[in-house]
């Protein structure tokens, strides 16, 4: 078995010196105590502020969300200001007998209560109890449950009558991390607040701000790679901070222990890869993976991250920016990876997108993960670049001899801004330069012959239309059903190619339009008209000097002619 296995955070607690004396108790030491401290959570903080500044709490709310976001602290905040004393302040004031206890931690009116191990009615009943009672210090009785759905039905149950009808000093906390297998009945009588996972971003500043704070010295790098590996928690990202300083042995965070302990390689190391992707650099590429595996990388975790990346840059190309994005990923990693990928046109940066979906779909079946990223990888590279197509087409239309073929990414333009949008052109096609003395069109046999001279390969299947219309914006071609023209013309690289030619011999842009005609889908003439086509075809082909330029510039001989997957 080859599976790679990223190492579990669990794991890392447990085999470290956690009764050292140098223990910084990061996640206690920062845990939030004010609404404004929760990171990432400000949907819920909006509606808890306008609820203590109208003074009109909730009799009952439920947290919700995954583990090590900050719920237990959520819920310990509310409570805190529902138990303050004063009145002119919608925060806890600090000073009134409650917050003194609460900040002491003997406040007895707020009762905590872990759901995962009191699942039991009696349990329940206990509070209920004591709800009936006024609280002793504070402004309310307040009960935390925290992992509410880990009661029994029986416990649900008792706790309905009370939500139905609290008493006014009573204020009900939950916390779930599995909304889902909460009875509805209990959700359709709280107000639900919905906690989310927070992003990297988020995480990254938050252990910026605390190795500030505790003079740790700590490359960004080293905290990119901490925060991807807490996968939203700020928690774990706190946790894995401190467990990775007790190992390094100090203030300075070690990067060859982080790099032992954790399965990601750190933003910066996954957009160096997708670079050497970009360019193509095969041996390199398996180079990597090789090095990832022997390091113990989580090899799926890193294929989603790329995924994510590769996606980001996709929306980046689409839409000119990433504002449309919830979360964002560093920009500088974005600008990188568009400059990377210049020479890539959008649909080649959204096939390796598919190519890299289905690896990572793979990866997760497979039990040799390196392979299946290897061959993914390797595919990637090999992803035909549509424009180099296009580009070759131009350059042998324009027959410049002394031009040579540059690599792509050389030549093409870096800046990412004007090549935000390279679909555009594709709407409506502007007419490229001419380089034939123009003639003037007056009929369709003239559009014919001038596309006959210009563009014999294209004029040979357009040729194969039995009706040919020329409008002022459009060209309409109409093919005999089921004709093999009509499904090769139907490519969206030769639609383009057709607009460009035909743009160009009636110097106005026009759109191709492909119509196919369902009338005579029966008639026998197709056959012949097939065979005459691919023996003229062939013959067009290899004669072409157009054909043979290209064959020159890329240094190779024409071997076969192939036409709709027929060798002739
Ligand atoms: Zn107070």
């Avoid at 605390?210 to 003079?215: A, G, Q, S, V």
């Avoid at 390969?457 to 219309?469: D, G, I």
Wanted: glycine letters at 4%; aromatic letters at 4%.
């Amino acid at each position: 078995m080859e599976k790679t296995k990223g190492n579990n955070i669990g794991e890392i607690i447990l085999s470290s010196a956690s009764t050292s004396q140098n223990r910084l108790n990061l996640a206690r030491k920062y845990r939030p105590i004010r609404l404004e401290d929760l990171i990432g959570q400000s949907h819920a903080v909006k509606i808890l502020n306008e609820a203590f500044k109208k003074d009109r709490l909730a009799p009952a709310y439920l947290l919700s969300g995954p583990r090590g976001i900050g719920k237990t602290s959520t819920a310990r905040i509310i409570a805190k200001a529902a138990s303050c004393l004063s009145k002119d302040s919608d925060k806890p004031c600090e000073k009134c007998a409650a917050c003194k206890a609460f900040s002491g931690g003997n406040l007895m009116d707020v009762v905590e209560m872990d759901g995962a191990s009191h699942t039991g009615v009696d349990d329940i009943r206990r509070i209920i109890e004591a709800v009936a009672y006024r609280p002793s210090v504070g402004k309310r009785n307040v009960y935390i449950v925290d992992e509410v759905h880990m009661l029994s039905n029986a416990a649900f149950n008792a706790l309905l009558k009370t939500l139905e009808e609290p008493p006014a000093h009573a204020l009900f906390i939950f916390a779930t991390t599995e909304i889902e297998k909460l009875p509805s009945t209990v959700l359709s009588r709280v107000q639900r607040l919905e906690l989310r996972r927070l992003h990297e971003a988020e995480i990254l500043e938050s252990l910026t701000s605390i190795c500030e704070k505790e003079k740790i010295e700590a490359a960004v790098h080293s905290l990119e790679q901490i925060a991807s590996a807490a996968d939203g928690s700020l928690r774990d990202a706190q946790t894995l901070l401190e467990q990775m300083l007790l190992m390094s042995g100090g203030k300075k965070l070690d990067d060859k222990i982080l790099d032992a302990f954790l399965g990601t390689i750190g933003a910066d190391k996954e957009v160096e890869f997708l670079e050497l992707m970009a360019r193509r650099e095969a041996n390199k590429l398996i180079e990597k993976i090789g090095e990832f595996h022997d390091r113990g990388k989580d090899l799926l975790r890193l294929q989603a991250r790329l995924l994510n990346w590769i996606r980001q840059l996709l929306i980046f190309r689409s839409c000119g920016s990433l504002d449309v994005l919830s979360e964002k990923s560093p920009e500088e990693y974005i600008q990188k990876l568009v400059t990377a990928f210049a020479a890539w046109s959008l649909e080649d940066i959204d096939r390796l997108l598919e190519l890299s979906q289905d690896a990572y779909a793979r990866i997760r079946q497979h039990d040799f993960p390196r392979f299946v990223m290897e061959t993914s990888a390797l595919r990637a590279t090999r992803i035909p670049h549509t424009e180099d197509i296009s580009r070759l087409i131009q350059m042998i239309e324009r027959e410049t001899p002394d031009q040579k073929l540059q690599p792509s990414v050389e030549a093409a333009p870096v800046k990412p801004k004007e090549r935000a949008r390279p679909e555009v052109k594709m709407e409506r096609p502007i007419a490229p330069k001419e380089v034939r003395p123009t003639r003037k069109i007056n009929s369709t046999d003239d559009f014919l012959e001038e596309l006959a001279a210009s563009r014999p390969s294209l004029s040979a299947l357009v040729k194969c239309a039995e009706k040919t219309e020329l409008h002022f914006d459009k060209v309409v071609l109409t093919f005999p059903h089921g004709h093999f023209a009509f499904k090769q013309l139907g490519d969206k690289l030769m639609i383009r190619e057709l607009e460009k030619a035909f743009s160009t011999i009636l110097s106005r842009p026009v759109q191709v339009v492909l119509e196919e005609n369902s009338e005579n889908a029966s008639k026998p003439q197709a056959q012949p008209r097939r065979k005459d086509f691919i023996k003229e075809a062939r013959e067009k082909a290899v004669t072409d000097p157009n054909v043979q330029r290209a064959a020159e510039i890329l240094g190779g001989k024409i071997s076969s002619v192939t036409i709709e997957g027929i060798k002739t």
